[in-house]
């Protein structure tokens, strides 16, 4: 009661805002310089960023729902990789198109399905079972692909991440699509359905989340396999993408991910957390990245920005909470 | 004789909202002062201005006689002044001694002296009459009584002037208040000054020399505590005349609904025996740490049923989850507000309504819309102060998020009621709302079991009383056949209790 309304409003609309906010501010920055700004803002280098940013969102919006249920993981990029071997490895022997993608999807849902059962039957820490599951799938996919790439055949699979002529924005290759579909389908769900409140009661309040009659073992192990799906979703993408399984691929992409969802204003403590943005959060990581590149500056240059981004975006997160008086 | 203390003209406000307005405060050396006031009247925050962790807008402050501006924690505790908080903040983790000797260790160029700490830990408990407490075990490991003496008894280290108690009993059981009453006595002896703030107005004017009522932000009355009368103190404080502290509102028993025989957990309980009816309110009485809270817990599935068996409606239904229980139309209000009762970051609407989303949703979805009317519609009934249901729980005072908390099970619609600790830590006010809503309930049918450590209410709101004893539930009598002698007697295991 200490606040007055209008500050509370001030406060909502900042917190919704926020990440675009930043987005909006990072793309501004790079158009200052108007060298760069006659290649950065056009439509071809969008269409570019949108496609690096598929695998990455495909995969934060598993991460966000896990999250916000007050967990994380960590074997993201090693799922990735295996779920790419295996979509290649099954194409070359013999597998039509549709089932290799069904089984890659199917292969990261069970991954999930472990992680999730492991955390909840044995009440384990979720960062260890998925650091454990990361050297898991990463050891599994080299063994099935004889840890070499194996190369995928041509398939309509390939059209899903294609740079399409002409270079302008429009239009956008299918996975781009699918990323926006799916980021709104799972937007609705977290915030519409009960399984999404459930996801934020158990983040928010474990034991109140029981208390309450929540199944919270059957929800987790609900809210990992889900995610699974998604990253294998991002392991399909990656294949196309390449043309290729490569057991080597997406080293580090669970860190780009979970940035992604931090950025977007989730908290690694559970409970909140939204896929608009996580969405915004990969956007702006993926825009750093392109623009970083067009100034010409180096790698360790872009690895540097993007640290401090990370922690100056949950910096004014904190600040912003912390205004409020206690 | 000059006051330890003397504020006078202190104002605060945040933002557009006057905490505290022209509030005068004086304690007097080796004196017990109980500043007294609704939530949200301004004492914590009249607290933190003394030790220094709010700044005052206006006013003054002496202590001593010498002009004093408390400029940080640090500061006011250097000064003498110590401030035990209403939530524990031990490090649960380490050891009795350490926890005691936490930023104050005896050494030298950094490391401690051994010896010496532990002559001072032990001198502290010592003082406090606890000396049965082990230095070396780690906090996380002792009852929540014991943990608040090891909290004392830090303050005690550094040999306050001044020690602000804020809701100490509020977790305690009787047995364990007194011996803490005691304690605060031997302080006055040594001539510290004590601010004592409760919601216990009975405790106020057993322990208090003085005291000191706030009303929204205004010190409203001041006087010593032997020629106060509580009727006048609750007006001043509310003000407004509050007719009944313990509201009756007729209601008949029914048939039984719940039956427990020799229900069993793992530790506590060991036995527990009872049976309730509809339209009953059974009250449980006990010392902390007796297994009434477990037992409950056993019962609705949180914790492992060990041996006994149970039935609800007539039916046996001994293994039970939350989730069944919930379906049988039992609710649970847990006694652990903050780290199990709520979810702290969620909405006022979503808190409310979790149990039962079904009815505000159609295949999986829910409506914003009815939700909101829904937690409209609770809100108004039981008098919740918020902006609106979308507000963030966190930011309503105790009593309000417990009648949320409350809420949860009026919107579940259960038929029966666990309430633990129902008003443990929240204002008069609220308290007689639960009390008045509890009444209402059983009239409707509704068979309630109230837990408490507060025996004034268990006696005055309840129909049956049973005690618990170190994991023995048995007995159940009418409330009238009790009285607080009687029920201390049991609980600490006196067969019969003496005539008076």
């Known amino acids: 009661m200490n606040d007055t309304p209008r500050q509370f409003n001030l406060f909502a609309l900042l917190n919704a805002v926020g990440p675009f906010l930043g987005l909006m501010l990072v793309i501004g920055l790079f158009s200052l310089d108007s060298e760069v700004r006659s290649y950065f803002l056009t439509g071809a280098n969008f269409k570019t960023i949108f496609i690096q940013t598929v695998i990455v969102a495909i995969g934060a919006l598993g991460m966000t729902m896990i999250i916000v249920s007050g967990g994380i993981d960590l074997s993201v990029g090693s799922v990735v990789a295996l779920t790419g071997v295996v979509g290649a490895v099954s194409m070359v022997q013999g597998c039509p198109p549709a089932a290799a993608i069904a089984l890659t999807i199917l292969v990261g849902g069970l991954v999930g399905l472990i992680n999730g059962a492991v955390i909840a039957g044995l009440g384990m820490m979720p960062f260890i079972v998925t650091l454990g599951m990361m050297g898991v799938a990463r050891g599994v996919a080299k063994w099935l692909a004889r840890s070499q790439t194996v190369d995928a055949p041509n398939s309509p699979i390939d059209h899903l991440m294609a740079v399409v002529e002409p270079l302008q924005l429009f239009p956008l290759p299918i996975g781009v699509w699918i990323a926006v579909c799916l980021a709104v389908a799972m937007a609705v769900v977290l915030k519409k359905t009960i399984f999404g409140r459930y996801v934020f009661a158990i983040g928010s309040n474990e034991a109140t989340a029981r208390l309450c009659g929540i199944r919270v073992r059957t929800m987790k192990v609900a809210i990992y396999s889900l995610a699974g799906l998604l990253f294998g979703l991002a392991g399909l993408m990656q294949m196309s993408r390449l043309a290729q399984g490569d057991p080597t691929v997406a080293i580090g992409l669970e860190l780009d991910i979970i940035a992604a969802v931090v950025i977007g204003g989730a908290s690694l403590n559970g409970g909140t957390g939204s896929i608009m943005g996580s969405m915004i959060g990969a956007l702006i990581m993926a825009v750093l990245r392109s623009g970083s590149m067009q100034m010409g500056w180096p790698n360790y240059m872009q690895e540097i920005i993007i640290g401090i981004v990370i922690i100056a975006a949950v910096g004014v997160d904190r600040l912003r909470h912390g205004r409020a008086p206690s | ?500």
């Not at chain 2, 930011?395 to 409350?406: D, F, H, I, M, P």
């Open chain 2, 1 to 500: 004789m000059t006051a330890r203390l003397r504020m006078s003209g202190v104002r605060k406000s945040f933002g557009a909202t006057l905490a505290l307005n022209n509030v005068s405060f004086e304690v007097g050396p080796g004196e017990i002062h109980a500043l007294i006031g609704e939530n949200g009247a301004g004492k914590s925050t009249l607290m933190k201005i003394l030790s220094g962790a709010l700044p005052a807008d206006a006013g003054r402050i002496e202590l001593d006689g010498q002009p004093f501006v408390p400029e940080n924690p640090l500061h006011a505790r250097r000064s003498g002044i110590a401030m035990i908080y209403q939530e524990l903040l031990l490090a649960p983790h380490l050891s009795v001694e350490e926890n005691i000797l936490l930023g104050e260790e005896p050494g030298r160029f950094g490391w401690p002296s051994r010896t010496r700490g532990r002559e001072l830990a032990r001198h502290a408990l010592a003082e406090l009459h606890h000396e049965n407490i082990p230095l070396h075990v780690p906090v996380n490991r002792l009852t929540i009584a014991e943990q608040q003496i090891v909290e004392i008894a830090r303050a005690l280290v550094r040999a306050p002037k001044m020690l602000i108690m804020d809701e100490p009993t509020s977790s305690l059981t009787q047995v364990d208040a007194e011996n803490l009453f005691r304690a605060m006595k031997r302080l006055r002896q040594r001539g510290v000054s004590i601010v004592y703030i409760s919601h216990f107005l009975e405790e106020c004017q057993r322990v208090a020399d003085r005291y000191t009522i706030l009303r929204d932000g205004e010190s409203v009355g001041t006087g010593v505590m032997a020629e106060a009368d509580l009727n006048g103190i609750i007006r001043l404080m509310v003000g407004r005349e509050i007719k009944e502290i313990y509201p009756r509102i007729p209601h008949e028993l029914g048939p039984p609904v719940l039956e427990w025989i020799g229900l069993g957990g793992e530790t506590r309980p060991r036995s527990a025996n009872l049976t309730l009816r509809q339209g009953e309110i059974l009250g449980i009485a006990g010392l902390i740490g007796s297994g009434r809270t477990e037992a409950l817990r056993v019962f609705f599935g949180l914790d492992r049923l060990a041996r006994g068996r149970v039935s609800v409606f007539s039916r046996e239904s001994t293994r039970g989850t939350p989730t069944r229980r919930l379906a049988e139309g039992i609710g649970l209000l847990s006694e652990n507000r903050k780290e199990e009762g709520l979810m702290l970051n969620r909405t006022l609407a979503d808190n409310l309504t979790v149990t039962r989303y079904g009815v505000l949703s159609r295949l999986g979805w829910i409506s914003s819309r009815l939700q909101e009317n829904c937690a409209r519609a609770w809100m108004q009934r039981l008098d919740v102060r918020a902006r609106s249901p979308r507000q963030c729980i966190s930011e309503l005072s105790g009593g309000n998020q417990q009648k949320v908390a409350v809420g949860r099970l009026l919107h579940h619609d259960a038929a029966i009621l666990l309430l633990d600790e129902p008003t443990r830590g929240i204002d008069v006010g609220s308290k007689v709302q639960i009390y008045r809503l509890m009444g209402e309930l059983a009239s409707q049918g509704k068979a309630i079991i109230f837990v408490s450590s507060y025996l004034p209410e268990l006696l005055g709101v309840c129909d049956t009383i049973v005690v618990m004893c170190r994991g023995v539930l048995s007995g159940v009598r009418p409330a009238g056949e009790w009285t607080e002698h009687s029920i201390i007697s049991a609980a600490i295991g006196q067969n019969e209790p003496a005539a008076n």
